[in-house]
């Protein structure tokens, strides 16, 4: 594997000039710093400038994500509707939970589950993942995240008083 002199993401203070010099040269990145700040006092700025002039020209290193495959699949269920996974998936039911149990989803906040329960008293519940992630706006990731163990039954114990929507006298 041959070596690429790059700015380095990991350990950067402004550009990542100085982290990636000394990763190259295999040297403590925090003497390259001390090193132009040195020249920087000598020649009057001059290593400023080549710093700025790398930072522009050298390529950023990219961050390298080591691929670990998954243990089990990501749905809970295969098409054939064996389960693969070794521990039961408890699936927790969006419309009628309670902030506890809402707070197993995966990826919400506290927040943004007590603005779940306001929206779907509001909404009288949700049909899909997607309609519950578009009225809180939660990103895609974090859909995905949620879809395997969320289920959307109708909701139980509400007053006909209740009804969402505005009330008209006569």
């Known amino acids: 594997m041959t070596k690429k002199l790059e700015r380095k993401i990991q350990g950067k203070w ?22 132009f700040v040195f020249l920087s006092l000598l020649f009057s700025g001059l290593p400023i400038i080549i710093y700025i002039v790398l930072a522009v020209v050298l390529p950023q290193k990219q961050k390298q994500i080591p691929f670990n495959p998954p243990s ?75 879809r395997p163990v969320a289920q959307f039954l109708t909701m139980r114990n509400r007053p006909s008083s209740e009804q969402p929507g505005r009330r008209l006298d006569v």
């Open 72 to 146: 089990s699949p990501r749905y809970p269920e295969s098409s054939t509707g064996q389960n693969f996974s070794s521990k039961p998936i408890t699936l927790i039911d969006v419309n009628n939970g309670s902030e506890r149990e809402l707070s197993k989803l995966p990826g919400l906040t506290s927040l943004q589950i007590r603005q779940l329960i306001e929206a779907r008293e509001m909404r009288g519940g949700f049909n899909t993942v997607e309609e519950m992630g578009e009225v809180l706006g939660l990103k895609p990731h974090i859909l995905v995240q949620i």
């Open 14 to 35: 402004i550009a990542g000039v100085c982290s990636g010099l000394g990763e190259y040269f295999q040297i403590n990145s925090n003497i390259i710093r001390a090193l």
